[in-house]
């Protein structure tokens, strides 16, 4: 699948729930349920610092797809990890950079990555997106 | 108090009508900022709108009622703190802001190389970062008061620490995070056995219980006025006159001089050596009106309708399984800092917020406690007198569904 269709599958995931609860709910499913990232992972230089919660992040090339892998310690943080890998993770570094997530304002979790939440997201978001710039140059 | 004055109290504070997501708002984030009564907005609509001028040395009309008003608040607020004179009371913007006031002039007055600063584990950022900075300009040395497993002051640590490098001790009356109430007059009277002077940190303090500089007699005591229904950007320093007489002026500007040479420059006297720049006239004179409504309602009757609140909602919250709650001393303020089993702090405050419920997550400013502590942050509920049980009922609800779904 694309980026854009497993995107579209997120949303219509999310679009059966009116109620914000609901769609909490299946955030935490989808952060439950995130493979935990290997403790020789977590270390301070995947660390993505956020206020109030921490992410890390990994990433590997490999035959010429970037794999992603996270984790977090708040369940509603990783449920959007978990997303974002669901996304991003598994395409080429140029697929990546250039793509426009447009996913999570559709959901309605837009406010997670408000640089107000300082949970470290938006943060996220930019060093996957660097991974992949990195990968990228390294391969030219 | 009883429950009709507590709903009339609530329509005094038109924001508490607000709907969260459709749902009532349940506010209990008052430990961060207070909601301001009708008569606090009122008196700043009043302030713009009949008495705005810039004050004093104006020679017009509105310009001498607005430095009678801004005057007459600076009189308020010292009788409300029962300061000796209205010159020892010194608005600022804020608690911080009076704390890096006294860190820069004292510091530049007091301290040299090799002296220390006692503060505790529990400072809010505040309280520590000013000091450090006075400790890195000046090559001193910070010390730290620990605390027990209660979340008390470990007095007898706080004098083993008092040495003959000792200028100043710096602490904080109540704890944003753990509510505990440390025994300040007990502290203050053991640093003026070695003639050490002390600053008090009485954001928390102040809206909850009866303040009296002149009976506590530490030399210097802060506040901030949003935390106290007042509006955000006033606060204020009290200092003992032979203090804030002996340290120099912290910035300079106008309203702070007496004559401006190029050659030199002499400094007003107090309290205008303190107030560079056009002072907040309007936010002065919305902070008396705040002290008055406060002083209207009886700070004891909301000392003991809120201790009350808070013994409820600790008794409440101990009924969910897994409840953590830090701080336990029997001296608390309202104040109640918890976790829930593992439970990060974001997810719960994340969940609670959609339900239209505001609490505070996170470190609460005081990193080093929370280091610590051991733990992520905490979920901080805090109260106000205009929250009522049934609120606490409605909250320790949804926070149980919150739990559900997350444990």
Redesign the interface.
């Known amino acids: 699948m694309t980026i854009n269709e497993i995107q579209d599958q997120i949303i219509e995931e999310f679009s059966q729930f009116d109620d914000w609860m609901d769609k909490y709910a299946l955030l935490i499913d989808l952060g439950n349920t995130l493979q935990p990232l290997d403790d020789k992972y977590k270390i301070p230089q995947n660390i993505i610092a956020g206020c109030q919660s921490r992410v890390w992040l990994n990433a590997n090339l490999v035959e010429g797809k970037v794999i992603y892998e996270g984790e977090s310690d708040a369940v509603l943080v990783k449920g959007i990890v978990s997303m974002l890998i669901q996304v991003l993770s598994g395409h080429t570094p140029e697929e990546i950079l250039d793509t426009d997530l447009y996913f999570i304002e559709k959901i309605g979790l837009r406010e997670h990555l408000s640089p107000t939440r300082s949970n470290g997201l938006l943060a996220m978001v930019k060093q996957m997106k660097l991974y992949a710039l990195a990968f990228k140059s390294s391969k030219t | 108090m009883t429950e009709q004055e507590i709903q009339n109290i609530r329509a005094d504070f038109p924001i508490l009508e607000e709907k969260i ?1 459709g749902k009532p708002l349940i506010y209990f984030d008052n430990a961060a900022t207070t909601q301001k009564p009708q008569v606090v907005l009122d008196r700043i609509n009043f302030g713009y709108k009949h008495l705005n001028a810039n004050i004093h040395r104006g020679v017009h009309y509105l310009s001498q009622k607005a430095t009678e008003a801004h005057e007459e608040a600076r009189r308020y607020v010292a009788r409300y703190i029962n300061s000796a004179s209205s010159d020892e009371v010194i608005f600022t913007r804020g608690t911080t802001e009076a704390i890096n006031l006294v860190a820069f002039s004292f510091g530049e007055y007091c301290c040299q190389a090799g002296d220390e600063i006692i503060i505790s584990v529990m400072e809010h950022h505040s309280n520590i970062v000013p000091w450090q900075m006075l400790c890195e300009r000046k090559r001193m040395k910070l010390r730290i008061i620990p605390m027990n497993e209660k979340g008390e002051l470990r007095i007898d640590e706080y004098e083993k620490l008092i040495n003959e490098h000792t200028r100043l001790v710096a602490v904080t009356q109540v704890s944003n995070v753990l509510g505990t109430v440390n025994p300040v007059k007990e502290m203050i009277n053991i640093a003026h056995r070695k003639n050490i002077p002390v600053l008090i940190d009485g954001a928390q303090a102040v809206p909850h219980t009866h303040i009296d500089v002149q009976e506590l007699d530490a030399e210097f005591y802060v506040f901030s006025g949003h935390k106290i229904y007042a509006p955000t950007g006033i606060g204020v320093l009290y200092g003992k006159r032979e203090w804030l007489e002996r340290i120099p002026p912290y910035q300079g500007g106008g309203e702070m001089i007496q004559t401006v040479r190029f050659e030199k420059t002499t400094y007003n006297e107090l309290p205008f050596k303190f107030e560079a720049g056009t002072p907040d006239y309007i936010g002065s004179t919305a902070l008396a009106e705040a002290l008055k409504y406060v002083e209207n309602i009886g700070i004891d009757n909301i000392a003991a309708y809120e201790t009350e609140l808070t013994r409820y909602a600790t008794a409440e919250l101990m009924k969910i399984e897994g409840m953590r709650i830090f701080g336990t001393s029997e001296h608390k303020s309202a104040v109640i800092s918890f976790l829930v089993g593992d ?5 719960i405050g ?2 609670l917020d ?2 239209g419920k505001a609490v505070r ?3 609460h400013c005081a990193q080093p406690l929370i280091d610590q502590l051991g733990i ?2 905490t979920v901080r509920a805090s109260f106000s007198f205009y929250n009522t049980r049934e609120e606490v009922d409605i909250f320790i609800a949804a926070l149980k ?1 919150v739990v559900g ?2 444990g």
């Open positions: 997501y439970i990060h702090p974001y997810d994340m969940l959609k339900l997550t996170g470190h992520p942050g569904r779904m997350l």
